[in-house]
């Protein structure tokens, strides 16, 4: 079977399935596996522990230390697909997913003219590869540095300038707070609607292990539970433009939006060395037009407003997305209608994704167990390994 992307859901999977004695094979577009690590800011840590962002099989060496940076994650994923002997071939992009003929499973068009075809298929190919920018209006007209936080490295390029970062989520945030360590002249942070903010970690506590101890409770007690937790935590950056969220915090993580953790946020809005500012609304006349009504003209804008999955090229014509392009079923279960089509990677859980991708990587190979026994022997084409 294949498994179509070598980030840590795609490895996680393909260990999982040779575990149990399955063939799997990993596409990679890149040249190596966890391409999205690699692209990422250089500051970047993990936010969630060393231990609970292991993938299974293979603990991250205690020398990585309990936030583990880029470049860890990087050597621990190279590592984690040598130390399996998993089958990554790279080079190889899969542009659609198309019912075998004969109900023979799936076939894969990828790059290279290569058609291929599997009993079962997982896509693990990431929320995190095509920025998502806003059609902001009169873009043409601004002569400053317009970048997505994608390209975002480091802040040398921007010491002594003036920078907007449009967007708070965790990516947002903390490219405000390198930009402000890494010596520019003013940073603002135009933010729509002020994030739910937690602390990494209290007294030792890191703030994953609530999450993961809150994952299955009602969405309206978790709610209720966090609010004084945040009054006690959190300073109440009101005046400086960032108040607590009316919506609840577990509410915001249902509706999409994960609670950005602090690294260092709080300080740089408490003594205005981040200036929060109204959301982007376009450009006019080579200035930025914020939703109250102020045009402001910085050096350089930084747009940290997301990612889309990009599915609907790849399953779009198969009826396995949702209205917003979310696979309609995710880990060990499939889409009704696409038996053998698994998804690994495209929740949003409080309790952190590397955790997540670690128990679908369980689950989905679970699955693919227990659909092969239900069918006759070799009538799919997933193949054992010898032994
Ligand atoms: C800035 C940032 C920080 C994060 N920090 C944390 C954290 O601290 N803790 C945590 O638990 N999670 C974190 N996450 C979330 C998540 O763990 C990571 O995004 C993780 O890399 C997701 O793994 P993945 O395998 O699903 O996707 P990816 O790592 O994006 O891997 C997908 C792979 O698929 C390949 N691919 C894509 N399309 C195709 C195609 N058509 N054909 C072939 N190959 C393809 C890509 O090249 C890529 O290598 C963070 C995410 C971001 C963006």
């Not at 575990?19 to 094979?25: K, S, Y």
């Not at 990679?28 to 231990?51: C, F, K, P, Q």
């Not at 903390?174 to 402000?180: C, G, P, S, Y």
């Not at 959301?279 to 747009?303: H, N, Q, W």
């Amino acid at each position: 079977m294949y498994v179509i992307g070598a980030g840590p859901g795609g490895l996680a999977v393909a260990h999982a399935l040779r575990a149990r004695g399955l063939r799997a094979v990993v596409l990679e577009r890149a040249d190596h596996v966890g391409s999205s690590w690699r692209r990422h800011y250089d500051r970047l840590r993990l936010h969630t522990t060393r231990r609970l962002s292991a993938l299974p099989g293979l603990p991250m060496p205690r020398r990585f230390g309990r936030w583990v940076a880029r470049d860890d994650v990087v050597r621990y994923l190279e590592k984690y697909a040598e130390h399996h002997q998993l089958e990554v071939v790279t080079g190889v992009e899969v542009f659609r997913v198309e019912r075998a003929p004969d109900d023979a499973g799936w076939l894969l068009h990828a790059s290279g003219g290569r058609e291929l075809t599997g009993a079962a298929v997982v896509v693990a190919t990431g929320c995190n590869h095509t920025p998502r920018v806003p059609d902001w209006p009169g873009r043409d007209t601004y002569t400053g540095e317009f970048r997505h936080a994608a390209e975002y490295r480091d802040p040398a390029p921007y010491a002594g300038r003036d920078v907007l970062v449009v967007g708070v989520g965790n990516t947002g945030a903390e490219i405000a707070v390198d930009l402000v360590e890494g010596g520019a002249a003013r940073v603002r942070l135009a933010v729509r609607t002020a994030p739910h903010i937690v602390r990494r970690s209290t007294a030792g506590w890191p703030a994953q292990y609530t999450g993961v101890l809150c994952r299955r409770l009602p969405v309206a007690l978790v709610d209720r539970l966090a609010r004084p937790v945040a009054r006690i935590s959190v300073p109440d950056l009101s005046a400086q433009g960032l108040p607590r969220p009316e919506t609840g915090l577990y509410s915001r993580v249902s509706q999409g939006a994960i609670p950005v953790q602090d690294v260092g946020l709080i300080d740089a809005v408490r003594t205005g060395r981040v200036e929060v500012v109204a959301a982007m609304d376009g450009f006019e006349d080579g200035k930025v037009l914020l939703s109250d009504g102020t045009r402001i003209a910085p050096d350089a804008v930084i747009a940290a407003t997301g990612y889309r999955r990009g599915l609907e090229g790849l399953l779009g014509h198969l009826g396995v997305l949702d209205d917003t392009g979310r696979p309609l079923a995710h880990g060990g279960h499939t889409p009704a209608t696409a038996p053998g089509l698994y998804f690994t990677g495209y929740t949003n859980p409080i309790s952190g994704m590397l955790r997540e991708l670690a128990i679908d990587a369980e689950r989905i190979a679970g699955a693919v167990v227990k659909r092969e026994k239900r069918e006759k022997r070799g009538a799919g084409g997933v193949s054992r390994l010898p032994g």
